[in-house]
């Protein structure tokens, strides 16, 4: 009887507190502080696994377990993104119909510019990610847009990752306020704990880094997409920063967004700023 | 046992029309069906955070479920877990699972009664 009435209860409570935070936040200030926010999001990560290297945090589940690291060391001598990346450095090269290039596109031609992406663009006021600066390319010179999850568009990320790994990360989150709402709800999307299974991105990613769930080890969220995209054996291929966050949603049976919704834009801001300072490592393999 | 396909529900509702009390032999079952429920990726799927005595892959974000009948010797603390574990602790990984209807009371009732095997 109290367990039927605590049943039903509960459901009324369920929907409000999908949308509750979790107070696992690592995060400073009340007010939208950007750099606050990183500095604490970098020392919690730092002091919780004081023997890994900084930079080594951009290698996702392999920055938390030695034997994994020594595996995946072995298979970097014949990567399997390689395929991706050839085929993004031969698209890169091949005009569209009109004779144009990405290179036209992008700054620097678009080689060693990965670390700047995404961008808050003052005139659209939105996040621009590099998914999205692509397929807006491509449609600029009268091209259909690929699929955002795998494939082309992540054969080239990769190559655009490749040329520039190594470079720190380098999110400008500017003096607008559209910029820091966008800041804001990426980090409120990320701490909201959603879905049947009443997880939060930071549930797995800041509570639970370097544990197993079932056989995977979950990579910390610091630098969490420094590695994008990635190949992984479970997918047969590779998969972009899109694919990953609709699978993870997805498998923790939460309703997925599009890709490039607008929050998935903002929590990649949100991800990728508290990311300042840690290398591009992209392309990356995954078991 | 093997001629219904059989949710506990059913079970339970067969049970008591036909008279037959609470004996071992369903007791047996109960603790069976509980542990087919906790290893079942689309219901419990307890085996992606808890390693359990007989499951294959776990997961180490919870502790190891051993010894329970010890630690919880009350019945209703460890369905009152299952149930919803951000009641004792908010910040727990553990899913709600009867609060958000990913399993039913009669469900969490086998899984108590296979945990307290264990």
Redesign the interface.
Known sequence: MK??S??LL??V??AL?AFAL???RVIAADKVDPVADAKAFQNFFFQKFPTVKHEDFVNGPYSMNEDMKRQWQEKEEFPPYEFALDAGKEMFATPFKNGKTYADCFPNGGIGIRQNYPYFDEKEGKVVTLELALNRCREANGEAPYSYVKDEMASLTAYMAFTSRGKPMDIKVPDDPRALAAFENGKRYFYTRRG????SCA??HV??PG?????EVLAPALGILNAMPIYRSEWSGMGTTSRRFVTCNSQTRAVPLEPQADEYRDVEYFLSYVANGLPISGPGARP | MTAFPCKPALLLALAALTGFAAGTALAQSAVTDGQKLAFDRGKGNC???HVIKGGD?????GPELKDIKAKYPDRNEL?AII??E?KRN??T?M??F?????LT?QEISAIVDFLQTL
């Open positions: 367990f039927r605590a049943l509960g459901s409570c369920a507190v979790t107070s696992a049947q299974m009443n997880f549930s797995c509570q639970s544990e197993r769930i079932r056989a | 085996l992606t955070c892959l776990p997961g180490t974000i369905a149930f919803d951000t908010p910040q990984m899913p709600p009867g609060r958000n209807r990913i009371e």
